[in-house]
């Protein structure tokens, strides 16, 4: 009954494992390095080109604010009232063209206004961009972990037929029971049922990516590099990051381009009180008498001033608001950065503490633990213990490698884009 049990439990797994590598191989997966991820996104991601579309046409803007209004052309015709009927043959003719000028200064104003525009939409692209990239990044580096982790697992399965292997040998000297054969048996249906976890996982993951990319979201996947962002370098201080921020983060620029705009606009506002003013020329034909020709110049009069008024104190309004808001968007990139500086630098820790204490602990435990099971002087379920304990060190190193990456990739979106190449986050600067 035992092997019977055993060997049905060992075919589903093969079954279930081949038949998934199976489909994978009949459909070859595209092999994309991270910089080909990144830049697959850059050219195809749908927001994306929503957003470079808004910007490319916030950028006709200026051209339109700063040009005068459509001349007029006018023509007249005067009769007695008996020939009325002959229009447009009148025995009066009148041609008048009229052009309608701002006050002085207005139109730079206005096209200034649209330039700052314009530039806020160009931040709103610029963070988005940088949104999308560390997505991008954080996808790959989970994506890798886990499929690390489903390598570590598929050899643990191996060590795990080992282990059985020697149950078994220590259960014909009769010194083991036949409850840890059973154990083992059930220890590789666990394994088989994390490994369809983390198939799971990475099914998502890598659907994530192809929807990033434009690509159908079922469409195989394969990772062609294993980038390392975890070498040390020169370290950046909190204070070169943050320099960093203030000249790179969009959200910056954008708040500074509203205060720009609002000044504009107050300055615009503060000319309302000047009339704009019309040019105009008449020619005019009336029967025999000779054509004359007249020159026009009208103006507006701006006799509502506590409505012009009123426009002042709303632009000035504004422009304290924005004021405020490019102080609050400083303070937020000031906590994200320091945030993500912090990520990072533990990340790195729990990295390092993973390679160079746990994982050689858990192999040396392990192995005596299968020394002790061999002799009798160990119990088989603190064996299994051990086996676990080391599967879970390796999986949980894998993971942290990736976090390191997702840390990095956040604290980049933080400062607004690419650090140095070879300068990583240390610790805050005192």
Do not use: C
């Amino acid at each position: 009954m035992n092997v019977l049990v055993r060997g049905t439990l060992v075919f589903l797994a093969a079954l279930a494992w081949g038949g998934l590598q199976n489909a994978r191989a009949q459909e070859p997966a595209d092999s994309f390095t991270l910089q080909q991820l990144v830049d697959g996104a850059m050219a195809a991601n749908p927001q994306l080109r929503s957003g470079r579309g808004k910007w490319d046409a916030a950028r006709e803007r200026p051209a339109q604010a700063g040009v005068l209004a459509n001349p007029r052309f006018t023509y007249k015709g005067m009769d007695d009232t008996s020939s009325i009927g002959n229009f447009p043959n009148t025995e009066e003719k009148r041609f008048e063209l009229e052009q309608a000028f701002p006050w002085f200064g207005k139109n730079t104003l206005r096209e200034h206004v649209a330039v700052q525009e314009a530039r806020a939409v160009e931040q709103d692209y610029g963070a988005l961009v940088r949104e999308t990239v560390r997505e991008v990044k954080e996808t790959y580096y989970e994506l890798r972990a886990v499929r690390q982790v489903m390598t570590i697992t598929h050899k643990e399965a191996a060590v795990l037929q080992q282990l059985e292997s020697v149950i078994r040998t220590v259960y014909a000297s009769g010194k083991a029971p036949q409850v840890d054969v059973l154990k083992a048996q059930a220890e590789q249906t666990m394994l088989s049922q994390r490994l369809l976890e983390y198939e799971t996982r990475d099914n998502s993951l890598q659907s994530k990516l192809n929807v990033l990319m434009d690509r159908d979201p079922g469409a195989p996947l394969a990772l062609a590099e294993n980038p390392s962002p975890f070498a040390g370098g020169p370290e950046s201080t909190l204070d070169q990051l943050l320099g960093l921020a203030a000249r790179q983060r969009a959200e910056i620029a954008r708040a500074q381009a509203e205060l720009e705009r609002a000044r504009a606009v107050r300055r615009l506002t503060a000319r309302e009180y000047f009339p704009d003013y019309s040019l105009g020329l008449e020619y005019r034909a009336f029967r025999d008498s000779p054509d004359m020709a007249m020159f026009m110049i009208g103006v507006d009069l701006p006799v509502w001033q506590g409505k012009y008024r009123a426009g002042v104190r709303e632009a000035e309004k504004m422009m304290a608001a924005n004021e405020a808001a490019l102080d609050a968007v400083r303070n937020q990139v000031r906590q994200e950065v320091q945030q993500a500086q912090v990520n990072v630098v533990k990340a790195r820790q729990s990295l390092h503490l993973y390679q160079q204490a746990l994982i050689p602990q858990a192999i040396e435990r392990f192995n005596a633990s299968e020394a002790g099971y061999r002799t009798g002087q160990v119990g088989f379920l603190d064996l299994l213990e051990s086996e676990r304990f080391l599967l879970n060190a390796r999986s949980m190193t894998a993971l942290a490698e990736g976090n390191v990456g997702v840390q990095l990739a956040r604290l980049e979106q933080a400062v607004g884009g690419r650090m140095s190449s070879n300068a990583v986050p240390g610790e805050t600067s005192k």
